[in-house]
């Protein structure tokens, strides 16, 4: 059974930093894409970040770009999400996804129970 | 940047069908998926590659796309089915979602 289990999210101060991870199990990590997904509350989903199952290609969004950084550890089965200059619209709930394709193509079977992440002072 | 657009809301009564589009410059040649997400829950994948189903999902979810609009159609809708709904398309190495649609069952 595919299982994502995604950590680290909270409070946290404007231009402060967070680092989400996301613990995966239950299929070859190495041979899919992942993503990060975050939804603001009562909003709709926004695609933030996806990573190829080698990690050798990573993709952002453009309000992130700059800002975040997505890598994976395929040792540790292991994708995370480093966030810095926070902002207040990066308040949201952040889904770790699994494509179903090695390359990134947005194709989430499985996504994970979500993380909060409030940036506020 | 590439953009979808989904209705608001659709309204449908129990037992019939509802249809939800989603439109994108030559969207048609392109992959689209659907997304459904029900309150506090995460979204589920209801139809990728433009009409192909998830193992586990009902035959009444069925997907197409061509020109400028994909359709995610629910036949012989049922009030389980009442959640918002997510178009999703891959354009120039990002991921696009629409803005969503509520689906009332009433």
């Known amino acids: 059974e595919v299982q994502l289990l995604e950590s680290g999210g909270g409070l946290e101060q404007p231009g402060g930093s967070l680092r989400l991870s996301c613990a995966a199990s239950?299929?070859?990590?190495?041979?899919?894409?992942m993503s990060w997904v975050r939804q603001a509350p009562g909003k709709g989903l926004e695609w933030v970040s996806g990573?190829?199952?080698?990690?050798?290609?990573?993709y952002y969004a453009d309000s992130v770009k700059g800002r975040f950084t997505i890598y994976r550890d395929n040792s540790k089965n292991t994708l995370y999400l480093q966030m810095k200059s926070l902002r207040a619209e990066d308040t949201a709930v952040y889904y770790c996804?699994?494509?179903?394709?090695?390359?990134?193509?947005?194709?989430?079977?499985?996504w994970g129970q979500g993380t909060l992440v409030t940036v506020s002072s | 940047s590439y953009e979808l657009t989904q209705p608001p809301s659709v309204s449908v009564s129990p037992g019939q069908t509802a249809s939800i589009t989603c439109s994108g410059d030559?969207?048609?040649?392109?992959?689209a998926c659907w997304y459904q997400q029900k309150p506090g829950q995460s979204p589920v994948l209801v139809i990728y590659q433009n009409y192909k189903r998830p193992s586990g999902i009902p035959e009444r979810f069925s997907g197409s796309n061509s020109g400028n609009t994909a359709t995610l159609t629910i036949s012989g809708t049922q009030a389980m089915d009442e959640a918002d709904y997510y178009c999703q398309a891959w354009d120039s190495s990002t991921v696009v979602f629409g803005g969503g649609t509520k689906l009332t069952v009433l």
């Open positions: 239950g299929f070859t990590f190495s041979s899919y894409a």
């Open positions: 990573i190829s199952g080698s990690g050798g290609s990573t």
């Open positions: 996804a699994k494509d179903e394709d090695e390359r990134v193509r947005g194709w989430y079977g499985h």
């Open positions: 030559k969207l048609g040649d392109k992959y």
